[in-house]
T-cell receptor
Framework: LAKTTQPISMDSYEGQEVNITCSHN???????ITWYQQFPSQGPRFIIQ???TKVTNEVASLFIPADRKSSTLSLPRVSLSDTAVYYC????????????FGKGTRLLVKP | NAGVTQTPKFRVLKTGQSMTLLCAQD?????MYWYRQDPGMGLRLIHY???????AKGEVPDGYNVSRLKKQNFLLGLESAAPSQTSVYFC?????????????FGEGSWLTVV
């Protein structure tokens, strides 16, 4: 599985756009890029997944450059409730079944 | 929809005691996982299962055993609890046929070993 590197923490203010970048230099051809969100005292939940270019859903956008060695999770107009830990996960079923998470990025949204 | 359910949610154990955490999923998922998360840390994979009757070790398997006798259940056992096993335990499951990384988590089980 591709190793990922994310910033340990980020601060933002309500209403701002937040971009969290994940580096995954050894991503494999079959790997997908998936982001999870974890609130305190809860299990992580799926936010968005992509393979290449750009993916958008009602919660976030995921930007993946052509070389796929990094990806950026974009949260538009964050609110206090977006304060959470965000995990980038890179892998695929074809790579194996054990999904290993990194330490994630702690996002603090301030009023 | 229940999704992934963990029991118990909270438990206090004395050092040396044993216990079992139960994970149940009603989504007919083939793959199931047990993670632990220590305060301020990320998730670490303990054991996982790719199907009924099969289990495999993850990153931190020592001190834990697992069983997957039924497809919908994945049990995590602590034979002789140690204070270092104080943590939050998360169970997760994943559907077969999903080539990506969509994993569904339970709400967690808080375990304190004194």
């Amino acid at each position: 599985l591709a190793k990922t590197t994310q910033p340990i923490s980020m601060d933002s203010y309500e209403g701002q756009e937040v971009n969290i970048t994940c580096s995954h230099n050894n991503i494999a051809t079959n790997d997908y890029i998936t982001w999870y969100q974890q609130f305190p005292s809860q299990g992580p939940r799926f936010i968005i997944q992509g393979y290449k270019t750009k993916v958008t859903n009602e919660v976030a956008s995921l930007f993946i450059p052509a070389d796929r060695k990094s990806s950026t999770l974009s949260l538009p107009r964050v609110s206090l409730s977006d304060t959470a830990v965000y995990y980038c996960l890179v892998g695929s079923l074809g790579q194996g079944f054990s999904f290993i998470f990194g330490k994630g990025t702690r996002l603090l949204v301030k009023p | 929809n229940a999704g992934v359910t963990q029991t118990p949610k909270f438990r206090v154990l004395k050092t040396g005691q044993s216990m079992t955490l139960l994970c149940a999923q009603d989504m007919n998922h083939e793959y199931m996982y047990w993670y632990r998360q220590d305060p301020g840390m990320g998730l670490r994979l303990i054991h996982y299962s790719v199907g009924e009757g099969t289990t495999a070790k993850g990153e931190v398997p020592d001190g834990y055993n697992v069983s997957r006798l039924k497809k919908q259940n994945f049990l995590l056992g602590l034979e002789s609890a140690a204070p270092s096993q104080t943590s939050v335990y998360f169970c997760a499951s994943r559907p077969v046929g999903d080539s990506g990384n969509t994993i569904y988590f339970g709400e967690g089980s808080w375990l304190t070993v004194v």
